[in-house]
Nanobody
Framework: QIQLVESGGGLVQAGGSLRLSCVSS????????MGWYRQAPGKQRELVAG???????NYAESVKGRFTISRDNAKSTIYLQMNSLKPEDTAVYYC??????????????WGQGTQVTVSS
């Protein structure tokens, strides 16, 4: 059904910027809630930023003021603009799509991730 492909990761110096992209195929993109998550070695996967089908946005406290999530429904794509990057932002970043049924159940779809490494 839904497939997600992330891109834009790489190596960057502290204080630099990166822009991640996630292209979705299958399903009705505009109806799905989307999000960016990250996972560093030895740590739990955590929410970085989420955006609903209606455009509501939430961020992890650690990235507020530095990261911006957006979506382009015409291109079935979400973005994560990351500015003022810190070494602690180093992680594999994953794109997630969530489909919620009328009954209230949900199904999550994940991309394979893109590595972001921030040097000090």
């Amino acid at each position: 059904q839904i497939q997600l492909v992330e891109s834009g990761g790489g190596l960057v110096q502290a204080g630099g910027s990166l822009r991640l992209s996630c292209v979705s195929s299958g399903g009705i993109f505009s109806l799905n809630a989307m999000g960016w998550y990250r996972q560093a070695p030895g740590k739990q996967r955590e929410l970085v930023a989420g955006i609903s089908n209606a455009g509501s946005i939430n961020y992890a406290e650690s990235v507020k003021g530095r990261f911006t999530i957006s979506r382009d429904n015409a291109k079935s794509t979400i973005y994560l603009q990351m500015n003022s990057l810190k070494p602690e932002d180093t992680a594999v970043y994953y794109c997630k799509s969530r489909r919620i049924t009328v009954s209230g159940t949900s199904t999550d779809f994940w991309g394979q991730g893109t590595q972001v490494t921030v040097s000090s």
